[in-house]
């Protein structure tokens, strides 16, 4: 299995756990010039970014420390877009991350928050 394989069984495997969780899946893999959001969901009245993180081992600080603040710029650049292109309907905005590792999914909730200005 190649690594984008395996990332795609990660996306769909976090995907399940946040149905399961409640949520309501608006997009996948989202894309734009600027970055790819992996998740989009609605939890209640809360739009839900997912950034969903695969890794095999907890070496070189797990799935958690592969999200940088360069890659969280990104994500809520691309988040921008989504909320410019689909209106959704919503009271807050959320910026999770979904870790998988060794088999286990972890959800951490607020992961990281925009930069003042944005969003």
């Known amino acids: 299995m190649n690594t984008c394989q395996s990332g795609a069984l990660g996306e769909e495997a976090a995907c399940n756990y946040l149905k399961k969780q409640g949520m309501t899946i608006l997009a996948r893999n989202y894309r734009k010039p600027c970055g790819e959001i992996d998740i989009v969901a609605l939890e209640g ?4 970014f997912a950034e969903v993180k695969k890794r095999a081992s907890g070496a070189f600080g797990g799935p958690l420390a592969a ?6 710029r990104k994500i809520t650049l691309v988040a921008e877009c989504y909320i410019k292109e689909n209106t959704p309907k919503f009271d807050s905005i959320r910026f999770d991350v979904v870790c998988l590792l060794a ?3 972890t959800h951490i909730p607020n992961a990281f928050s925009p930069r003042r200005g944005t969003l």
Not at 45 to 48: A, C, E, G, S
């Open 45 to 48: 009245k809360t739009l839900v």
């Open 67 to 72: 999200v940088t603040g360069a890659k969280q």
């Open 103 to 105: 088999g286990e999914i």
